[in-house]
């Protein structure tokens, strides 16, 4: 059974930072992209950043330069800096796991509240 479990949500002023983590476990094989999509009341699930198993980083143009992605391939975790936190990055924060095969699982959310 696969599980993939986020943490680190929070409720934190403008302008301040959260570090969001996520560990991927069970009988997952050759994971290949590790990323974090959100989702706002009201607003469709989107892109926040991804890191493939090579290193390489996607981040939406809303959070670049604030936000950092980074993984651990030895343990199956992914990291998610944020920085200068806004009043609009209040979402529902998933992980998100792809294998280089079909499979892809999702973590149960970690809230993040950012106050004005």
């Known amino acids: 059974q696969v599980q993939v479990v986020e943490s680190g949500g929070d409720l934190v002023q403008s302008g301040g930072s959260l570090r969001l983590s996520c560990a991927a476990s069970?009988?997952?094989?050759?994971?290949?992209?590790m990323g974090w999509y959100r989702q706002a009341p009201g607003e469709q699930r989107e892109l926040v950043a991804t890191?493939?198993?090579?290193?390489?980083?996607n981040y939406a143009d809303s959070v670049k330069g604030r936000f950092s992605i980074s993984r651990d391939n030895t343990r199956d975790t992914v990291s998610l800096q944020m920085n200068n936190l806004k009043a609009e990055d209040t979402a529902v924060y998933y992980c998100?796991?792809?294998?280089?095969?079909?499979?892809?699982?999702w973590g149960q959310g970690t809230q993040v509240t950012v106050s004005s």
């Open positions: 998100n796991v792809k294998t280089d095969g079909p499979e892809e699982y």
């Open positions: 069970g009988s997952i094989f050759s994971i290949y992209v």
């Open positions: 890191i493939s198993i090579d290193g390489r980083t």
